[in-house]
């Protein structure tokens, strides 16, 4: 089973500021790793999948990179909503996919 | 626009049986797709149950699989869950999702999630 690791665990920044979050493969994924935005009480949100492609409808200040073991998902000017819990996680190798523990995007 | 949705008892018995429903809407389930379970227990990150295709083909996570039944019923365009011998370490929130076949990876339509809890 493939290992999905985040961090940090919890990240603090002001609102108008980049955001970069990070993720790693305990082996290589290529490039088939999908970004999921929650909010508590409702649906996780696809965001990014195949690394870097944005899912219909997720505005372009959203953005992912790398492949095989690291990843990043970028948040160019973070908006009121975009404060969530983001998850990665790889359709490389399965069953099982896995996923990250989630990293908290919390306002500085 | 497809939607899902979770229904199901909120509360199951230490040894007993979860069974929970995804209804399907917005399209049909039998479309090149993966119907699939996941669950988030308390405090915890998300874990993938199982999937099920419309032709009845089915993955199933091999921690799970001993207990783990997926079913589709095209007929009511839903498909569920039941998982057997439930302990407290199953309380969690449920998800149903689709995961496309084709053109896009990952799970691009989730359900609300329902919470069950596993007590006596």
């Known amino acids: 089973e493939t290992v999905m690791t985040q961090s940090p665990a919890t990240l603090s920044v002001s609102p108008g500021e980049r955001a970069t979050l990070s993720c790693r493969a305990s082996?290589?994924?290529?490039?088939?790793l999908a970004w999921y935005q929650h909010k508590p009480g409702k649906a996780p949100r696809l965001l990014i999948f195949d690394a870097s492609t944005r899912a219909t409808g997720v505005p372009a200040r959203f953005s992912g990179s790398g492949s095989g073991t690291e990843f990043t998902l970028t948040i160019s000017s973070l908006q009121s909503e975009d404060f969530a819990v983001y998850y990665c996680?790889?359709?490389?190798?399965?069953?099982?996919?896995?996923f990250g523990q989630g990293t908290k995007l919390e306002i500085k | 626009q497809v939607q899902l949705q979770e229904s199901g008892p909120g509360l199951v018995k230490p040894s007993g049986t979860l069974s929970l429903t995804c209804a399907v809407s917005g399209g049909s389930i039998s479309t090149p797709n993966w119907w699939t379970w996941l669950r988030q227990p308390p405090g915890k990150g998300l874990e993938w149950i199982g999937e099920?295709?419309?032709?009845?083909?089915?993955n199933y996570n091999p921690s799970l699989k001993s207990r783990v039944t997926i079913s589709v019923d095209k007929s009511k365009n839903q498909f569920s869950l039941q998982l057997n011998s439930v302990t407290a370490a199953d309380t969690a929130v449920y998800y149903c999702?689709?995961?496309?076949?084709?053109?896009?990876?990952?799970?691009?339509?989730w359900g609300q999630g329902t919470l069950v809890t596993v007590s006596s």
């Open positions: 996680q790889q359709y490389y190798d399965w069953p099982p996919y896995t």
């Open positions: 999702a689709r995961a496309p076949n084709v053109d896009v990876g990952g799970f691009d339509y």
């Open positions: 099920i295709y419309h032709s009845g083909n089915t």
């Open positions: 082996q290589s994924v290529s490039n088939n």
